[in-house]
């Protein structure tokens, strides 16, 4: 069993930073990807970044040149540094742990944590 928990959410201004954590615990596979999606009312969940365990990543559009993910694969740890935050960054945000073993491909989430950004 994995799990993977969140933190790191809140209210900011536009303009501003916020940095979400998100720690994996159980049977985890070295070889994985973690990343953030985001969900805003009544829209899809998107991908906002992604990192594998050997550090390439993967940005949304939306976000390059603000956001940064990286990881300490010692503490199977993910994080999102978030910069000049817009209102449209409001959302909630998951974090997710893919990997493939034996064959099946295995993808966990987080339990979600609110971004609030203000005008």
């Known amino acids: 069993q994995v799990q993977l928990v969140e933190s790191g959410g809140g209210l900011v201004q536009a303009g501003g930073s916020l940095r979400l954590s998100c720690a994996a615990s159980?049977?985890?596979?070295?070889?994985?990807?973690m990343g953030w999606y985001r969900q805003a009312p009544g829209k899809q969940r998107d991908l906002v970044a992604s990192i594998t365990s050997v550090g390439s990543t993967n940005y949304a559009d939306s976000v390059k040149g603000r956001f940064t993910i990286f990881r300490d694969n010692a503490k199977n740890t993910v994080y999102l540094q978030m910069n000049s935050l817009k209102p449209d960054d409001t959302a909630v945000y998951y974090c997710?742990?893919?990997?493939?073993?034996?064959?099946?491909?295995?993808?966990?989430w987080g339990q979600g944590t609110q971004v609030t950004v203000s005008s």
């Open positions: 159980g049977s985890i596979f070295s070889i994985n990807t």
């Open positions: 997710n742990l893919d990997f493939r073993r034996y064959g099946s491909v295995y993808s966990y």
